[in-house]
Each structure stands twice: as C-alpha cells, then as structure tokens.
T-cell receptor, first 113, second 113 residues
Framework: AQSVTQPDIHITVSEGASLELRCNYS??????LFWYVQSPGQGLQLLLK??????LVQGIKGFEAEFKRSQSSFNLRKPSVHWSDAAEYFC???????????FGQGTRLTINP | IAGITQAPTSQILAAGRRMTLRCTQD?????MYWYRQDLGLGLRLIHY???????GKGEVPDGYSVSRANTDDFPLTLASAVPSQTSVYFC????????????FGPGTRLTVL
C-alpha cells in the first residue's frame, strides 16, 4: 500500500527566508502527488498537484514543488515566506485507479517576524 | 457559491449516543469523502462515495456509517459514539474522484466523553 512521510513535524523560519518542506512517498509507480495547506481552524486548500510531465510544478501563493522519481520525493518550496504562510501543510498521494488520497502526518510552519 | 458546508461546527457528545454529522455540497460533484484528523496522524479516510447511491470503506471505517441518497448530501453517522472517535471531521468532494482536486469543508470538531 502507498504511504507518505513528512519527516518534519514542525518548522520555524523567519519572514522573508526561503522554505522547503519535505515529502517522501512509497509506491511502485508514479502516483498522483498533492500539497494542501490548512490555516488554523480551516479546512484544507489545494496548493498544487503533479500528475505527469514537467517535474517542477507551480502552485498558488508562490509555492512550487519538484517531483524527483529517483528519491521518491515531492518537496514543497517557496523562495520568500510571508507571515500569512503560517499554517499546516499536508502532502498526499493518490494512486491511479484508486478512489482515495493518502495523507502525510503534516508539517506545521511557524513564521518568525 | 458556498462550496461544502458541514454541521454542526462542534459538538460534545456522551459516549454511547448516536450522532450524525451533516455534509452538503453545491458543486454537483460526483465523489464525496469523510476524513478524520488527529494530531500526528494527518487525515485518514473513513468512507467515500464515487457517485450517488454508492459508498465505500476507507482506511478507518469501523464505528461509522454513511449514505449517499443524492448528489449533494453525504451524512456520517456514529451509531454509538466512543471516546476514541473524538476528532475533527472533514467532508470533501471532487468532480470525478482521484486525481481531481478535493475541496474540503470547514470541519466538525467532535468530543466524545
């Protein structure tokens, strides 16, 4: 069965600094890959997704993610974070033909002023 | 457009009581999902429905039941609540299932005492 690991439970960065959130998946072929963001007290919102093609995916709010097949990774990046980026971020995997997503444990992002 | 609404927003429930969490979407999406979110575990799929009249079991279905009588509504029922069902519950929908984007409701915080 597929699985998703987000190694970092909590990350703190300063406003204006760059950000990278890690995501590793376990699946035999190329899955569908997603990053969602959850602001406090809110539901989840899709940031970006990868199905095929260009391995660098652009999303909303200035985020991007890169799919690396050799490393089974789909890390999320942002060149310069803003205080409003403080939230919990979830990586998810979808298997072709299956009807569900498998979510990672989440990474909580704190922004220092 | 409201998207997905969930009710109630929060609820405190005595163990052994029956509870139905409501979920309604106005996007005419075919697929709907129920997740529970627990600290350190991310989101786990409880039940899903690919289209009206059909349902399926997710990762953690025990103690929960669902029905999908029409396209818009997807209620989740706890027949006899137990404290381990204390969680935040999210309903989601997507047009045709994975890999379509899933849109999430604001969640229901349920406490079982």
């Amino acid at each position: 069965a597929q699985s998703v690991t987000q190694p970092d439970i909590h990350i703190t960065v300063s406003e204006g600094a760059s950000l990278e959130l890690r995501c590793n998946y376990s699946y035999g072929a190329t899955p569908y890959l997603f990053w969602y963001v959850q602001s406090p007290g809110q539901g989840l919102q899709l940031l970006l997704k990868y199905f095929s093609g260009d391995t660098l995916v652009q999303g909303i709010k200035g985020f991007e993610a890169e799919f690396k097949r050799s490393q089974s990774s789909f890390n999320l990046r942002k060149p310069s974070v803003h205080w409003s980026d403080a939230a919990e971020y979830f990586c998810a995997v979808g298997v072709p033909g299956a009807q569900k997503l498998v979510f990672g444990q989440g990474t909580r992002l704190t922004i220092n002023p | 457009i409201a998207g997905i609404t969930q009710a109630p927003t929060s609820q405190i429930l005595a163990a052994g009581r029956r509870m139905t969490l409501r979920c309604t979407q106005d996007m005419r999406h075919n697929a709907m999902y129920w997740y529970r979110q627990d600290l350190g575990l991310g989101l786990r799929l409880i039940h899903y429905s690919n289209t009206a009249g059909t349902t399926g079991k997710g990762e953690v279905p025990d103690g929960y039941s669902v029905s999908r009588a029409n396209t818009d509504d997807f209620p989740l029922t706890l027949a006899s609540a137990v404290p381990s069902q204390t969680s935040v519950y999210f309903c989601a929908s997507s047009d045709t299932g994975v890999p379509d984007t899933q849109y999430f409701g604001p969640g229901t915080r349920l406490t079982v005492l």
